[in-house]
């Protein structure tokens, strides 16, 4: 018998060639997994008020119209606030994400420029990123309700306007300078403690020049109609403003130009362009009038005149009206705070002596300078206030009220014309009546009767004119023209009594010839007729001595 057959034992291999197929489906898969994740952006959460047209997984977030991330999830904040979005960035837009970068929704809008965002009628709404240059990096953003006015590196300058809440002044407002539009309101801002509101202007370049130090800045309100004691006016904005409103700016007639503006530089917000203009004359002379005509139709801002030319205006009327006045005990005027501002004269002048004015004014009061309130419209009743010098007044003594000096007063044109009126009554009440009555009723005899003298003669007229008489006087006339006709027609040249008369004239003419020789010698011999003619010797010359 052969031996049986025997196990061999071999030693197996540790790790099998089989597991090489899942291991490198497993490093694939994690190469896959870091490529992934190599490729996604960073994440980032947009704060919104309002989420409408807003969907997870579609809608997209773009710069310059490129896609840049697309939002991956919209809810709703813990305190049901506002939503929260939820978007994930793609990686070339994580250097975009810093403090100055803005998100606002793009949709349309129907707004003071026109309308914008037709183009996500149909693709749906998406948000719109602008780049910021900060280098401090952000991830949590708020959506802006309305798209930014200009880039936040946008070359221009931005300054800070304050105003009072009764200037309707709203982002995306045009700011214009004589109509041209040069910037935007970027912001506006209600300051509940200041009680103001505070604007952020942008003015584009190259219109950054036009703001200088001496600048104003007013509403624009698109037109203005004013009818007041300088006359009627009308003034017309550009056509933005005048659907919208906005700011305008500019330069007062009687200031410098300035330096160039600074940025963030503060300016405060007039109502218009009035207003402005006077708030520009920051030094001045204060006065009272003691007013003792009615001061109806003189408001506050009304213009104060010297002969035609402003010198100041009209700051409260009344004003402190229960103070004890002067001479209380013998009237009892009204007080008008007025305005007299010397810069008016001379624009050039910076630093006013104010008490060199004063005393220059005290010595005009001495010669008659007194005020007087005049009506600047008849139409609506407006009144100023007039200075002029005035002969035959009483002498004014310095006086005060309220810590403010006196500027001596007179009555105005409406007084004078009622007192004139008054002083016409007053004589015609004085006239004795009876006698001029008397008179005027026998004059109104002698006109009744010289009325119906008149009306007689006109009967008689009437019927000389009714005779039949009279009426044929003009067939008589015509008988009589045509009559002289017929006789002058028997005169001209073709009828036979004008060839008979010229015969006769041409006979008459001969005769005369023929008589001349008869009359020559009647002239020198009267009886030649009765005796022969004398015939005269030849005259003989005389001989030579």
Same mark, same amino acid.
């Given at each position: 018998m052969s031996d049986p057959q025997r196990a061999e034992r071999r030693?197996?291999?540790?790790?099998?060639?089989?597991?090489?197929?899942?291991?490198?489906?497993?490093?694939?898969?994690?190469?896959?997994?870091?490529?992934?994740?190599?490729?996604?952006?960073?994440?980032?959460?947009?704060?919104?008020?309002n989420a409408e047209g807003i969907e997870a997984g579609k809608t997209l977030i773009k710069t310059r119209n490129v896609e840049v991330g697309r939002v991956e999830r919209v809810s709703l904040s813990d305190?049901?606030?506002?939503?929260?979005?939820?978007?994930?960035?793609?990686?070339?837009?994580?250097?975009?994400?810093?403090?100055?970068?803005? %998100?606002?929704?793009?949709?349309?809008?129907?707004?003071?420029?026109?309308?914008?965002?037709?183009?996500?009628?149909?693709?749906?709404?998406?948000?719109?990123? =602008?780049p910021g240059n900060s280098d401090q990096g952000r991830r949590e953003f708020t959506v802006l309700e309305q798209p930014p006015v200009a880039p936040p590196d946008a070359p221009g300058l931005r300054i800070n306007l304050v105003s009072q809440v009764g200037n309707a002044i709203s982002t995306g407002d045009p700011v214009t300078y004589q109509g041209y539009t040069v910037g935007r309101v970027e912001d506006s801002r209600f300051d509940p403690d200041k009680r103001e509101m505070r604007h952020l202007l942008?003015? /584009?370049?190259?219109?950054?020049?036009?703001?200088?130090?001496?600048?104003?800045?007013?509403? $624009?309100? $698109?037109?203005?109609v004013r009818l007041d004691s300088q006359g009627f006016r009308v003034n017309v904005a550009s056509l933005e403003s005048l659907v919208g409103g906005g700011v305008t700016f500019g330069v007062p007639d009687n200031a410098a130009m300035g330096h160039k503006a600074k940025p963030g530089a503060t300016y405060v917000l007039f109502p218009d362009e009035d207003s402005a203009n006077e708030g520009s004359y920051e030094q001045y002379l204060e006065y009272v009038l003691l007013v003792d005509d009615t001061v109806r139709g003189l408001s506050p801002g009304a213009p104060v005149e010297y002969r035609g030319v402003r010198i100041g205006?009209?700051?409260?009327?009344?004003?402190? %009206?229960?103070?004890?006045?002067?001479?209380?005990?013998?009237?009892? #005027?009204?007080?008008?705070?007025?305005r007299i501002e010397p810069q008016r004269f001379d624009d050039s002048v910076e630093d006013i002596d104010t008490e060199d004015w004063y005393q220059r004014l005290d010595r005009m009061f001495g010669h008659g300078l007194r005020?007087?309130?005049? #009506?600047?419209?008849?139409?609506?009743? #407006? =009144?100023?206030?007039? =200075?002029?010098?005035?002969?035959?007044?009483?002498?004014?003594?310095?006086?005060?009220?309220?810590?403010r000096r006196v500027f001596p007063t007179t009555s105005g044109s409406f007084?004078?014309?009622?007192?004139?009126?008054?002083?016409?009554?007053?004589? %015609?009440?004085?006239?004795?009546?009876?006698?001029?009555?008397?008179?005027?009723?026998?004059?109104?005899?002698?006109?009744?009767?010289?009325?119906?003298?008149?009306?007689?003669?006109?009967?008689?007229?009437d019927a000389l004119l009714a005779d039949p008489a009279t009426?044929?006087?003009?067939?008589?006339?015509?008988?009589?023209?045509?009559?002289?006709?017929?006789?002058? /027609?028997? %005169?001209?040249?073709?009828?036979?009594?004008?060839?008979?008369?010229?015969?006769?004239?041409?006979?008459?003419?001969?005769?005369?010839?023929d008589l001349q020789p008869v009359v020559r010698t009647l002239n020198d011999q009267p009886n030649a007729l009765i005796f022969d003619k004398k015939l005269t010797e030849d005259p003989q010359p005389r001989a030579a001595p």
């Open positions: 030693t197996q291999r540790s790790l099998s060639p089989i597991w090489i197929v899942p291991l490198v489906a497993v490093l694939i898969g994690a190469w896959m997994i870091y490529d992934n994740l190599s490729r996604l952006g960073p994440s980032i959460t947009l704060i919104i008020d305190d049901l606030g506002h939503a929260v979005i939820s978007a994930r960035m793609s990686p070339q837009a994580e250097a975009m994400l810093n403090d100055d970068t803005r %998100f606002w929704v793009v949709k349309p809008r129907i707004g003071r420029e026109g309308v914008s965002g037709l183009g996500t009628v149909l693709s749906g709404a998406y948000i719109q990123l =602008l942008y003015i /584009q370049s190259p219109y950054d020049v036009l703001v200088t130090t001496t600048t104003r800045f007013w509403t $624009g309100s $698109g037109v203005d205006t009209v700051v409260s009327v009344p004003w402190n %009206f229960t103070a004890p006045q002067p001479d209380s005990l013998s009237r009892f #005027a009204i007080p008008v705070l007025i005020a007087s309130l005049k #009506a600047g419209n008849l139409l609506t009743g #407006a =009144l100023f206030v007039d =200075l002029n010098f005035h002969q035959d007044v009483v002498p004014f003594q310095r006086m005060s009220f309220v810590e007084a004078q014309i009622e007192q004139k009126v008054s002083n016409l009554l007053d004589k %015609f009440n004085n006239l004795e009546i009876e006698p001029i009555l008397g008179t005027l009723n026998a004059t109104l005899e002698s006109t009744r009767q010289t009325m119906e003298k008149v009306n007689g003669i006109a009967a008689s007229l009426g044929q006087l003009p067939d008589n006339a015509n008988a009589t023209l045509r009559q002289l006709r017929d006789t002058l /027609q028997g %005169f001209s040249p073709d009828s036979q009594g004008y060839n008979e008369l010229t015969q006769t004239l041409s006979r008459l003419e001969k005769l005369m010839r």
